[in-house]
């Protein structure tokens, strides 16, 4: 195993450590007889031997063959060889990634401060760790980092309008100009000069580095972007997943050996958590940097998992076989079900406070001992105390399970997190501790879908199932303590609660925050008190309220905005802006009295955004809409606009599939010929129009949502904002709107 | 439990070229029952293959054998069981949901490994903790489909499930494989699907029109067609 160490007199030195992986395979004597006979033909010293492990809630080890293999760079093919030559065989620990292996059996992370014993040759004869993944309080190593983008404002270089390299490092910013070969040149010089630890790029997996890689191989350059000159660079080709129902995009992956890439424009955790949150997301779930960087979070709570098996002496099947239980359709329907949800009473409510479990899923799982193994153990399904409330499902009292023991650390760590922020003196550092408990945050988030994901190695969808189904109960419970104090609940949705009593202040909020802890045994706090809060209806059915999109003012000021345009990735930038500025002026009300005196003030705003929008004067990136596409280019039936801008792009010869993102403009919406309606914004040049009346639309839409509610019909919002009605004197931007 | 009354009954009206109108709830569970699930030739496989609705056609076909008091074990590869389709149904027959949804026994496969475990392994033992001899399999083929799987492992998968099904036919327990067809993407794992075709007694193909869903069963002793019409469809 490869292992590179940074020194502290500043050398970064490759070190090997001669790590032997193992893995384990259960089968009948011939089959055995056969995988030894396999094994024997093998180019690298392979040992087995006869041990009895145990499987995940298995009341007694099974014998199986453990077989260590002493070159990891082999083990991945014998593995395979194994799996096709023995398809009746079971396999355990054959397909965790070798370098999580490595962490999890040595105790080591990624980025951790270790001792190391070396040879003149550099082979490792010792490392330990000096410190925990469990530390909050740790600093990093002296990274050098070298910063990578395009000089460009296109949404997407691989559609187009690509700008030249610049180059950025300690605090230096270049511009690499000049031909292909003066720019392979100078950023290989610079490579060579400054080697950094870390290139940090923007569109570097899809774009930039293959692009630089062909460019260095056509013109016969050297580009030394890899530290280990032994390895190749690692590429994966991009590809399309399902996650939470959205079917996403992965640009694929350029890996380096001795050096990180990250790439911002292919990293959920860095866009997410920043650095300092994937470096402690790698910490505590030890996958290494660049694999957290560009995975799911759900590999992340997988590896947690894999390693609590490792270090019980479990074993981990290859592939998840076992399926759920039959139960008549009456027990599905009862057992099936998501969170609890009580719809928003509609319209403006005026001093109202939230309450937030925290963690609750997770907190459940560990509370409740829930796990895969623990769900209708054999031991206590006669004991009253492990029923899951509303279903038939119990939980073992006895054993602490592999989901509780893994997630009880990260609960803990998370709660010191927050309380170290509290105490935190200086704002950066405070971002520092948001971003790393943020990042365990999603860990958590993660870990209740995990459960019931069909390729988790340690799922189950009565896991699940006794999940919800304890979240349900816990939420009545919540509503019934906050009745029983004269409160009265406006909305509540899974782990939050909104409620209202007159004349309650903060402290009645946390006493009810405490009244509620202790009748359920989950924590919950005081999210906030709002001075206002508005619970927005169906656009489509005024009458039907929505769960979760609302606006609120607390009461220090700060705002609460959840599901209308400026949180939608969708909406095109001008319309965030101006519902943005209606908000602003909305907020400088206290009560709902206050708030009714402000809507001329927002009537005046919105009327200076219509009539920027009509005297044609917004700009690309101001009108700029993205779009998911939801499937392959080639199975759309009908011509959205999304689509008709993916055939742009198309007929560019622009790659695309499903779940990237397309950037256009509207420019004649309703144009009889599809290719009108809309325009690509990656390489637009020449003329271009934008279609006003349609961007109005969307502009006045973004405004009635929070002005409907305060009796501001959609005629009387068209009416009163009118772009050409001459009244008083608005900007954006600062600047005059030529009224 | 109470076992429902079920009359044969004439389907009302016919396509001028004979195929039968089906024009109601009652006449979709009586048609299939008389076509999907025949009831007089009980044994073997029967597979219903087309689009996507395919799946709510299987489910009918559940819900009609469990209004006539049998026991029915529900395999859902695709995740499709929809508990509000069997209440729709049980209500438009004039009983209460809860007794129809207790006589559906349901398992839920999210890989390809659960399924043909489900059907290899548990599917024998449930036939005799529910006395069950009728058996829906839901998207069998669905999660074989998965790129994540080695085509190799699947058609291994493939064959011990398809083996498996051979044999639970050969015993007498009717089978209803319903399935959508192979996605483009699947390469040599589309020959599934012409597989279970091979091994089925009798294969029915459904197709979506304008005017509804035309279900056709060839081979047997003559070609057969059923039209089910667009607006009851879209009420169910």
């Known amino acids: 195993m490869v292992v590179w160490l940074l020194c502290e007199d500043g050398r970064r030195l490759r070190a090997v450590d001669p790590y032997v992986p193992t893995c384990y395979l259960a089968a009948p004597t011939p089959i055995l007889h056969h995988a030894s006979r396999l094994l024997r033909r093998a180019s690298c010293r392979i040992d087995t031997r006869e041990v009895e492990r145990y499987e995940l809630g298995g009341l007694c080890p099974i014998p199986v063959l453990e077989i260590s293999v002493y070159a990891p760079s082999q083990f991945s093919s014998l593995t395979q060889l194994l799996i096709r030559s023995c398809p009746d ?92 070969a003066d720019v392979i040149q100078r950023l290989n010089q610079l490579l060579v000069r400054e080697d950094p630890d870390i290139l940090l790029t923007d569109w570097g997996d899809s774009y930039l580095l293959p692009r630089l890689m062909t460019l260095a191989d056509r013109l016969r350059l050297p580009l030394v972007l890899n530290r280990d000159p032994h390895r190749p660079i690692g590429a994966r080709k991009p590809h399309s997943y399902f996650s939470y129902g959205r079917i996403l995009s992965h640009a694929g992956a350029r890996t380096l050996s001795g050096r990180l890439h990250l790439d911002r424009h292919n990293s959920f955790a860095l866009a997410e958590v920043g650095l300092a949150g994937l470096i402690e997301q790698a910490r505590v ?7 957290m960087a560009r995975t799911t979070t759900g590999t992340g709570i997988t590896s947690m998992q894999l390693e609590t098996a490792c270090r019980d002496g479990l074993l981990i099947p290859y592939r998840k076989q076992e399926p759920e239980s039959f139960k008549s359709a009456l027990e599905l329907l009862q057992t099936d079900q998501g969170g609890l949800v009580f719809a928003p009473i509609a319209g403006y409510h005026e001093q109202v406070g939230e309450l937030d479990f925290s963690s609750m899923y997770p907190s459940i799982m560990v509370r409740f001992n829930i796990s895969p193994e623990t769900v209708n153990c054999r ?123 007159s004349g309650a202040v903060r402290a009645d909020y946390d006493g009810l925050a405490q009244a509620i802890t ?60 101006a519902q943005a500025e209606v908000l602003r002026c909305l907020s400088e009300a206290g009560t709902l009295a206050e708030l009714r005196t402000q809507i001329p003030q927002a009537l005046e705003i919105v009327r200076t955004y219509r009539r920027y929008l009509h005297e044609g004067r917004a700009t690309i990136e101001e009108l700029a809409i993205a779009k998911s596409l939801t499937k392959e280019p080639q199975a759309y039936r009908h011509q959205t606009l999304s689509m008709i801008a993916a055939q742009e792009l198309l ?89 | 439990m109470a076992q429902v009354q079920q009359q044969a009954m004439e389907l009302p009206f016919y396509t001028d070229d004979g195929s039968a109108v089906i024009e109601a709830p009652r006449h979709l569970l009586a048609a299939l029952r008389r076509s999907a699930v025949s009831t007089d030739q009980p044994k073997g496989l029967v597979l219903l293959s087309g689009p996507p609705s395919v799946y709510r056609l299987g489910l009918c076909a559940a819900v009609d054998r469990a209004l006539a008091g049998e026991p029915v074990l529900y395999l859902a590869g695709a995740n499709v069981f929809d508990p509000f389709l069997v209440g729709r149904l049980a209500r438009a027959s004039r009983v209460a949901p809860a007794h129809v949804l207790q006589q559906i026994h349901v398992s839920r496969a999210f890989t390809c490994h659960q399924m043909v475990r489900l059907v290899t392994d548990c599917l024998p033992s449930a036939l005799r903790t529910y006395e069950a001899r009728c058996v829906i399999l839901a998207g069998p083929l669905d ?21 498996a099904l051979q044999h639970m036919a050969e015993q007498g327990i009717q089978l209803l494989c319903v399935t959508t067809l192979a996605p483009s993407e699947s390469g040599g794992r589309s020959r599934f699907v012409a597989a279970l075709r091979a091994q089925a007694r009798r294969a029915i193909d459904l197709c979506e029109a304008e005017d509804g869903l035309w279900l056709q069963e060839e081979g047997g002793f003559e070609p057969r067609r059923w039209m089910i019409p667009r607006p009851l469809w879209n009420r169910l």
Not at chain 1, 704 to 733: E, H, K, W
């Open chain 1, 651 to 739: 007929a560019r010869g622009v790659h695309l599939q499903a779940g990237d993102t397309i950037h256009y403009i509207m420019t004649d919406a309703d144009a009889a010929c599809p290719s009108d309606r809309v325009r690509a914004v990656a390489g637009i040049d020449g003329a271009w129009s934008y279609d006003v009346s349609a961007y109005d639309n969307l502009l006045l839409k973004a405004a009635l949502v929070l002005l409907m509610p305060l009796d501001v019909t959609p005629a009387l919002l068209n009416a009163s904002t009118d772009p050409a009605r001459r009244t008083t004197q608005g900007s954006i931007n600062g600047e005059s709107a030529s009224l």
């Open chain 2, 143 to 163: 999660t074989l489909y998965d790129q994540l799987v080695p085509e190799p492992e699947a058609t291994r998968l493939f064959r011990a499930m398809a083996e």
């Open chain 1, 285 to 291: 779930t030890k996958v290494d940097l660049q694999q």
């Open chain 1, 89 to 180: 065989a079971q396999f355990f620990h054959v397909d965790v990634s070798l370098p999580q292996r490595y962490f999890y059996d040595r105790q080591l992370f990624p980025l951790i401060h270790c001792e190391a014993d070396l040879t003149a040759e550099g082979q490792i004869q010792s490392i330990q760790a000096l410190e925990s993944p469990w530390d909050t309080d740790y600093g990093l190593p002296p990274l050098t980092i070298m910063e990578l983008s395009l000089d460009s404002s296109s949404p997407n270089p691989n559609h187009g309008g690509r700008g030249a390299l610049i180059m950025r490092i300690n605090g230096d910013e270049r511009l690499l100009e000049g031909d292909d």
């Open chain 1, 379 to 501: 031991c206590c399904r006669d004991e009253p105390a492990a029923r899951v409330p509303e279903i038939g499902h119990h939980t073992c009292r006895r054993c602490q399970g592999l989901v509780p023991r893994t997630l009880a650390p990260l609960l803990e760590k998370r709660v010191r997190y927050k309380k170290l922020m509290a105490a935190a003196a200086q704002t950066a550092a405070r971002a520092v501790l948001d971003q790393r408990q943020t990042a365990l945050k999603w860990l958590l988030v993660v870990s209740f879908g995990y459960l019931g994901y069909k390729n988790a190695r340690f799922g189950r969808i009565e896991a699940h199932e006794a999940v919800t189904a304890y979240s349900r109960d816990i939420l009545l419970q919540a509503k019934e303590v906050a009745e029983r104090q004269g409160y009265r609940m406006l909305h509540a949705i899974v782990d939050s609660l909104w409620l209202v009593k």
């Open chain 1, 518 to 577: 202790e009748q359920t045994g989950l924590s919950i706090g005081v999210e906030g008190l709002y001075r206002w809060i508005g619970f927005f209806p169906s656009r489509v059915n005024p009458l039907m309220p929505v769960p979760n999109q609302f606006v609120g003012l607390f009461d220090h000021g700060g705002m609460k905005i959840r599901g209308i345009e400026i949180r939608r990735s969708d909406a095109p930038f001008l319309v965030k802006r």
